[in-house]
């Protein structure tokens, strides 16, 4: 059967806090709720829950594997509360910043901010929040101006060697994925420094029909793309993890159990479908069985999974 669930889904990487992080953000967006929990016994980490949610019609997931990778605002997500998603009554306009304000006020619990929610010449109504489990928010109001785009965006942000790579990024994945294009384009102008004029201060573009967005910044900061958040790519047979894999695949040391490190320092999970049908429909012994199969391998061999799987 031709899959035709969301391709590529962001990975949150947690200590011990997935279950918990993933209840408390399905209780602050609309329309989201945690769709599944399984749990890897005897891995390298001990016991790992492996969490699926839903926030705003964008899929994620989320794994509890120990204090190895923290999560960091290179990646970050971009939610557009567009007066067009609150119906079309006269007040959706109100609708929509009176809900931004109430997401803003439950991410700021224990959060952290890094742009206070103001006016902006680029957006009347914008913050850009760290919240109490270390994932970044940017919160905005309106949507750009054309197409519309989705509530939830992953924003890759281009930093230290990587500044001003973004434009390149962009061309790459464009050319890596299909069902791929790209979107707008808003660059720096001249005395906007350390930011180079011509680089990138916002694009969006679609990879596999999902929207992503990137930006280059020259000021300096303290972190980097690392596998807190790493991308999902699932694949619907071992060609299409060949092909992937081959494509994003440009850090050997970093290659380990479908992970990969593309020539960008961006984390991607290259997996088969039929892993989430497997570790969802399995009892204990089978989960066990494919989580032991999977632990030693780098790319995944698919009939091998399948092999372990069925004992």
């Known amino acids: ?110 959060g952290t901010v890094l742009m206070p929610l103001d006016q902006y010449p680029f957006n009347p109504h914008y913050g850009w929040i760290q919240d109490r489990y270390g994932l970044s928010w940017q919160l905005l109001l309106g949507k750009p101006e054309g197409e519309s785009r989705p509530p939830i965006i992953p924003s890759l942000m281009f930093v230290g060697g990587n500044a001003g790579k973004a434009e390149a990024a962009i061309d790459f994945y464009v050319s890596v994925f299909r069902n791929s294009r790209r979107g707008i384009t808003s660059r720096y102008g001249a005395g906007q420094e350390p930011d180079k004029e011509g680089t990138l201060a916002y694009a969006d ?40 894999w081959g494509k994003l695949s440009a850090v050997p040391a970093a290659e380990q159990c479908g992970w990969l490190k593309d020539k960008y320092g961006v984390s991607w999970q290259v997996v088969p479908y039929a892993m989430d049908e497997m570790m969802r429909a399995g009892t204990e012994a089978q989960i066990t069985r494919l989580t032991q199969a999977f632990l030693p391998m780098k790319k995944f061999d698919l009939a091998a999974l399948e092999k372990a799987y069925k004992g």
Request: hydrophobic letters at 40%; one cysteine or more.
């Open 1 to 110: 059967m031709e899959p035709t669930e969301q391709r590529i889904v962001p990975h949150l990487w947690y200590d011990k806090e997935a279950r918990e992080a993933a209840a408390f953000y399905a209780s602050v967006f609309p329309d989201s709720a945690v769709t599944s929990v399984t749990t890897l016994h005897n891995t390298p980490s001990g016991d790992s829950d492996i969490v699926s949610f839903s926030l705003w019609g964008q899929k994620f997931m989320a794994i509890s594997a120990g204090p190895y990778f923290k999560l960091n605002p290179s990646i970050s997500f971009m939610v557009n509360f567009d007066p067009l998603f609150f119906g079309a009554s006269p007040t959706a306009a109100e609708d929509a910043r009176r809900k931004l304000d109430e997401v803003w006020q439950k991410l700021s619990e224990g």
């Open 205 to 244: 573009f679609m990879i596999e029909n999902i929207w992503l967005a990137a930006m280059d910044s020259a000021h300096e900061h303290k972190f980097a793309f690392n596998e807190g958040i790493s991308l999902m790519l699932n694949c619907r047979n071992q060609d299409e993890i060949d092909y992937y």
